[in-house]
């Protein structure tokens, strides 16, 4: 076993964290400084490692295996396959923008505010690279403490609610998720003697009975519905997003709320694959009500914020639709709106921050008129904001349009109410967008700055990304495809499940070909 | 009456524990100075303890004697930090009344 | 490098004006104001110089050799799925390619003059470029999702220049009900690409053909149709047209270039390039023909009773679009890019014209408060009238072969009922049109009594009007010194169905000429409007787009139609045409008595109100998007989210909350009773082992 990359991208910013956590705390400079250093050397190490990622390979790669708690079979287990990959890499581009993004609005205790993004970098790491069940509940429960206090120490006046709700919501979630996966291991052990959590281990097991399975998939989907959050387990994503500093919010919209999504296609879909085929369609319906549901609401609200909450409850509406749409294409799709959804939404998020920091407010009503004192920050609203609706050329279409194909695919109803989400997406943006930017700048408006230099470098790089893969996806979703067709197969290869690609009515029309071949021979026959 | 048919069986012991740590209990559920409910504590421990090195002689065990020293050290320690504390407390309010002291109440 | 070696590099059209677009975005304030506006307009120069080339070349192949697909790269690849980026020259896509960078070319030039003084002169240039890259990829595309990519670029470049003078609050209501309406279509593009993926798998256009042929009638009636709606919306069809005429509060040019001549014919190109699917459905064919020869009437009777100039055209424009599907529906592809060229001609001219007509006359609209502008605007009035003659399908202009040609077509086709449509609203073309022309630019002047009876006090810096050099610097993106003028008309100025006529807003100056950068383009379009038949004159050999044009729709089974099917057509539409320029003729030759006295509105009440209103429609959606719809929404909001599904959140919370406080009630902080409690507990549990366990 060569360098431990994946180890280095855990352990670099929780070696950040203790290290700016034991400075004076006067040294703001000096934190900032160490902030912008480990951040920045473990995007660095993500960069190394997209660099070295092997295209094309459909298992994991950069393995590191080390034994945790031995009597308790629980390993410290990393690997990095096409799902998890683009997740390691947008972590590791946020952190350095988000705190960038932080300079001016982070004022006050600033030493502890760097310690805990740190942290929660280690542990959104964590998530995204274990391969061990409870190591990854480990990252999952740890994830919770930096957030609660990033959002207490540093939100806005319902900091508290927020904060508090955001904390017991999701650890709910993660009680059973807990609980199912000590039974998962647990059952394991008396079906053939060995106590382990190792997720290919069990994945590769088969002795769940359906009962057992459906429980326990439904233990897992508590976890990962709350956090994804499908509809109606919502509610806790507008109050954490408003009340959260502008960066907590970014790498919530960003990474957080993905890995639900990523919860369900690497654990549920490879732990229990009959129940993920027999409940799909109920997902679906979740996913499409929230799809529609999400950017109604979205439309009605009256802060800026909240209407970005509400849209990335939409959005991740076509994340969830795309994964149980159960095809290559739609999985493809939905991995690769969770790549891109961080980017437009991080960029809408950071420029509503940048709002705030010059209006104090974001209540809609009190803007109007930002077009004529701030045309780059319009401009840069009005990239994101039509990345965000998924206009082709930004990334966010090719998700929502793989998302969509796929589910067409898989049937055709959920695609078609699906789809009708397009129109709802265009009015909830424009509509507050016409509300805050256009028309006569009066009052605190008129008065308002254009965006600075440095404000510009944080947007800019996340909407030509955006333009970039929106314009090339083929990197991405090459080095997707394998793991979301290794998923396919696996459902193919344990169920009698099958996937539509190759079927239904691509095999119609080579019928009706055949049929009219015959004829046509017939025909010649008779002649 | 001789001194042999007076003999003192280890129930003799064990009924003056019971009566001690009864005294102790009492004290501690009645009396509101904090100091004597530390001191009625003590006598419920010690209680104990005679009744541990009655069993310990009786069962021709050692055990019993064992816990007794663990018992010992334990209660030195909670002589140290309990006194501490009453100590704390006399500073701050003149007097150490249990039941002003209400920090707990949910 | 031979011919099919050029084509090869047709991909660098739409590249060049993309090139424009983010200089000017990135740099356009420094470029300063006539510099952005010339090279907007060089850019477009020379991708109209490639659009010829490329044209040239592609004459230079055998007929049936004209087809040049270019992958360039993999768009999309997901699973057994992929997608390109491509190009495909071919008659149709050369055809649309010179048709957009020429007349784009034009307006360009045009938009010189007129944003002149404009503070965002650059980005609107910018807007312009970006615009017709979007509209160029959308031509040059070989698949489907690519030409969706040009398709929503140019809504996006719509949007933005609908709204372009965003202080006004209609402007940006406009550009957001254009959007949004167009998104409803889209939704129709995006369900038919997934269902060519479904059900053949790929969305390159050269394998249209083939599919077409195995796949079964039914799913070919659903992608026409799907198709269709998409189409739609961009070319603004019944019901999804509403978005059109709002659209009028972008500037003038932008209506002549995106809403008249370019954008709103993409849904023609898109269902020429779909044609081998309405070729195997009849069914879809025949709901397309009817959707177009209704549109084409409805929109015909609005126009006609219409107050103000651009809307009167905007809804001409639905009609003339309407004649575009109609002849799609029965089979005549080429009559439609016919009347696609024909109509970018002339409408061209029209809106351009009725921009100087607008510019000259201190940003009114009202068409009532205007007459005998020929002695004022007398090379607009020339052009003008030539655009007017060509739209009415007065022989020998353009607009005559053009729609006749989907006349004939219809007849000859046997679709009586949508020629005797068409051919009725032919009759509503000549009326609306000549109309317009005779309250603009004859009869009687009535801006000065509209002036003296309605004027709004006068404020006395009005005086720059009939400076030429200034009066460009005009309407609600002047200079911001107008600000203080009390004008309620500044933020509207468009003037719908029903409101009075408006005070005029020349303040004691004479209309007055747009300046020669701005006559140039008009002029040439005129032109065109007066020649453009030549292209195809249904005589022998003449027919030259017909025999272009041909090899794309192979396998159309188009009808041939007799001689005698074509003097009925033609012969009749022409009379039509006739009746209806007399009719319009004897009402308006003389003008208006008074501005607030329009003959035809007052003699065909009450039809006339509901014509006008445009059948309520639009004011029926926006009621039920603003009533119930948000009402709907607002309800959920509130009530459902906040209530209930938040509700069943904070209320479990609240239950623990309150179950905890109510156990915490035995804290109540004696430590006493908790070592009672201690006590009886440990007392229990004795008693319990010694009464019960211990047996």
């Known amino acids: 076993m060569g360098f431990p990359l994946l180890l280095a991208i855990i352990v670099t910013p929780l070696v950040g964290a203790v290290v700016v956590a034991l400075l004076p705390a006067a040294r703001t400079e000096v934190a900032k400084a160490l902030g912008y250093a480990f951040t920045g050397a473990t995007a660095g190490l993500c960069g190394y490692l997209l660099w070295h990622f092997q295209t094309g390979d459909r298992g994991f790669q950069f393995v590191y295996d080390q034994p945790w708690i031995p009597g308790l079979g629980v390993r410290f287990t990393l690997g990095v396959d096409g799902i998890s990959l683009f997740m390691v890499v947008v972590t590791g581009l946020l952190f350095p923008l988000g705190l960038l993004a932080s300079e001016k609005y982070i004022t006050h205790r600033v030493k502890a505010y760097v310690a805990w993004f740190l942290l929660l970098e280690t542990a959104i790491m964590g998530i995204f690279l274990t391969l061990d069940l409870i190591a990854f509940f480990v990252f999952w429960e740890l994830l919770l403490v930096p957030m609660y206090f990033l959002i207490l120490g540093w939100g806005s006046a319902r900091r508290k609610y927020a904060a508090m709700k955001f904390f017991i919501y999701t650890g709910l979630g993660s009680a059973f998720l807990l609980a199912s996966t000590l039974v998962l291991g647990f059952l394991h052990q008396a079906d053939t003697g060995v106590l382990t959590f190792d997720f290919r281990t069990l994945a590769d097991w088969n002795g769940l009975t359906g009962t057992a399975e459906v429980l326990l998939f439904v233990g897992f989907m508590a976890a990962f519905a709350i956090k994804a959050p499908l509809f109606p387990f919502h509610t806790w994503l507008p109050d954490v997003h408003t009340e959260a500093p502008t960066a907590g919010s970014v790498v919530l919209a960003g990474v957080i709320i993905k890995m639900g999504a990523y919860g369900f296609v690497r654990f549920s879909f490879e732990l229990f694959p009959q129940a993920s085929v027999d409940l799909a369609p109920i997902l679906l319906v979740l996913a499409v009500i929230g799809i529609i549901y999400g950017a109604v609401v979205a439309a009605m609200q009256t802060d800026l914020k909240r209407v970005i909450a509400y849209s990335s409850v939409a959005h991740m509406g076509f994340v969830i639709l795309g994964i149980f749409s159960l095809t290559v294409i739609g999985i493809d799709g939905a991995v690769f709106t969770m790549v891109s959804h961080p980017l437009t939404t991080g960029a809408l998020f950071l420029l509503v921050g940048m709002i705030y920091e010059r209006l104090h407010t974001r209540e809609i009503g009190e803007m109007g008129g930002m077009w004529n004192v701030a045309p780059v920050l319009t401009g840069l609203f009005i990239a994101a904001m039509f990345a965000g609706i998924g206009l082709p050329g930004f990334s966010g279409f090719v998700g929502e349009f793989l998302s969509l194909a796929g589910a067409f695919l898989y049937e055709r109803p959920f695609a078609i109410v699906a789809a009708l989400g397009v129109i709802f997406a265009a009015v909830y943006m424009l509509w507050p967008f016409k509300r805050a930017f256009a028309g006569r700048a009066s009052g605190s408006v008129a008065r308002m700055k254009d965006l600075d230099q440095r404000e510009i470098l944080v947007v800019v790089p996340l909407l030509a990304l955006s333009l970039f893969l929106g314009l090339y996806p083929k990197p991405v979703l090459d080095r997707i495809e394998p793991a979301a067709d290794r998923a396919v197969r696996n459902f193919e290869r344990k169920t009698d499940y099958r996937s539509p690609e190759e079927s239904r009515d691509r095999r119609d029309t080579e019928r009706r070909v055949e049929r009219e071949q015959r004829r046509a021979e017939a025909r010649e026959g008779e002649q | 009456m001789t001194l042999a048919a007076l003999e003192i069986t280890s129930s003799y012991y064990l009924v003056l524990a019971a009566m001690v740590f009864t005294i102790g209990a009492v004290g501690v559920l009645t009396r509101r100075n904090v100091l004597v409910m530390f001191m009625c504590v003590e006598l419920m421990l010690n209680a104990v303890n005679l009744s541990f090195v009655a069993f310990a002689r009786a069962l021709d065990d050692v055990t019993g004697q064992v816990i007794v020293f663990f018992v010992l050290v334990v209660a030195a320690a909670e002589v140290a930090v309990g006194l501490a504390i009453i100590v704390a407390i006399f500073r701050r309010r003149r007097h150490a009344t249990a039941d002003d002291l209400l920090a707990l109440r949910g | ?695």
């Open chain 3, 1 to 695: 490098m031979n011919a099919s070696d050029i084509l090869d590099y047709l991909g660098i059209i739409p590249l060049l004006p993309l090139a424009g677009a983010v200089i000017l975005l990135l740099a356009g304030r420094r470029i300063g104001e006539p510099r952005a506006g010339w090279l907007a307009t060089g850019m477009m120069a020379l991708a109209f110089l490639g659009s010829l080339v490329a044209l040239f070349a592609l004459l230079s192949l055998p007929a049936e050799g004209r087809l040049q697909v270019n992958q360039v790269f993999t768009w999309l690849p997901a699973g057994t799925f992929s997608v390109g980026m491509g190009t495909q020259a071919d008659p149709l896509s050369v055809t649309w390619l010179l048709l957009v960078t020429g007349v784009g070319l034009l307006i360009h030039l045009y938009s010189i003059g007129y944003m002149h003084g404009d503070p965002l002169f650059s980005r609107f240039f910018a807007y312009l470029n970006l615009f017709a890259a979007s509209m160029l990829i959308l031509v040059v595309a070989d698949n489907l999702l690519m030409t969706f990519l040009g398709w929503e670029g140019v809504g996006l470049c719509s949007y933005l220049l609908i709204s372009f003078w965003y202080r006004r609050n209609d402007a940006a209501n406009a550009g957001k009900k254009a959007f949004v309406t167009n998104r409803v279509g889209d939704v129709g593009f995006l369900l038919a690409m997934f269902l060519i993926i479904a059900t053949y798998g790929t969305l390159e256009y050269t394998a249209m053909a083939p599919a077409a042929e195995i796949i079964s009638a039914g799913t070919a009636t659903a992608i026409a149709l799907l198709l269709m709606v998409g189409a739609m919306g961009k070319s603004a069809q019944l019901p999804l047209h509403l978005w059109l005429t709002d659209a009028m509060e972008g500037p003038t040019p932008v209506s002549a270039l995106i809403h008249a001549a370019t954008m709103v014919t993409a849904g023609v190109f898109l269902m020429c390039r779909a044609y081998p699917f309405l070729e195997v459905s009849h069914d879809a064919s025949v709901v397309i023909m009817w959707i177009g020869a209704i549109t084409a009437l409805l929109a015909g009777t609005v126009a006609i009773v219409q107050p103000d100039i651009k809307r009167a055209l905007a809804y001409s424009t639905i009609s003339q679009l309407g004649y575009m599907f109609l002849a799609i529906g029965v089979g005549g592809y080429e009559a439609a890019v016919f009347m696609v060229l024909c109509h970018a001609f002339y409408k061209g001219c029209l809106f351009l014209g009725a921009g100087s007509v607008i510019h000259g006359n201190g940003d009114n609209q009202d068409m009532r408060i205007m007459g005998r502008y020929r002695k004022f605007l007398p090379v607009t009035a020339f052009a003008m009238v030539i655009a007017w003659l060509a739209i009415a399908g007065i022989p020998p202009f353009a607009g005559f072969w053009a729609k006749d040609e989907i006349l004939v077509e219809a007849y000859a086709h046997g679709d009586y009922g949508v020629w005797i449509v068409g051919t009725a609203a032919a009759l509503l073309t000549a009326v609306y049109m000549t109309r317009l022309i005779f309250l603009t630019f004859f009869g009687n002047a009535r801006f000065e009594g509209a002036d003296a009876a309605l004027a709004v006090p006068v404020v006395s810096g009005g005086s720059d009007e009939g400076d030429p050099a200034v009066a460009t610097a005009h309407g609600p993106h002047g200079s911001d010194g107008h600000d203080g003028d009390e004008d309620p008309f500044e933020d509207h100025p468009t003037v719908v169905f029903g409101e009075p006529p408006r005070p005029g807003r020349l303040h004691g100056h004479r209309p007055h000429e747009s300046p020669v950068l701005m006559l140039v383009p008009i002029v040439v379009l005129a032109g065109l409007s007066a020649v453009g038949g030549l292209l195809n004159l249904p005589f022998g050999k003449l027919d030259f787009l017909h025999q272009f044009l041909e090899p794309v729709f192979e396998g159309a089974k188009g009808v041939k139609a007799t001689t005698a099917q074509k003097l009925t057509a033609e012969g009749l539409s022409v009379l039509m045409a006739l009746i209806g320029v007399s009719i319009a003729l004897l009402v308006y030759r003389r003008g208006l008595r008074s501005p607030d006295r329009d003959p035809l509105v007052d003699r065909l009440r009450p039809v006339s109100t509901l014509t006008g209103s445009a059948y309520y429609w639009d004011a029926g959606v926006t009621r039920f998007v603003g009533g119930p719809g948000e009402r709907g929404a607002s309800w959920l909001n509130r009530v459902f989210d906040a209530r209930i599904v938040d509700g069943a959140v904070n209320g479990t919370a609240w239950l623990f909350q309150r179950a905890g406080r109510a156990a915490s009630r035995v804290q109540d902080g004696y430590v006493r009773r908790y070592a009672l409690g201690i006590l009886l507990g440990t007392v229990a549990v004795v008693c319990f082992v010694l009464l019960w366990a211990g047996r």
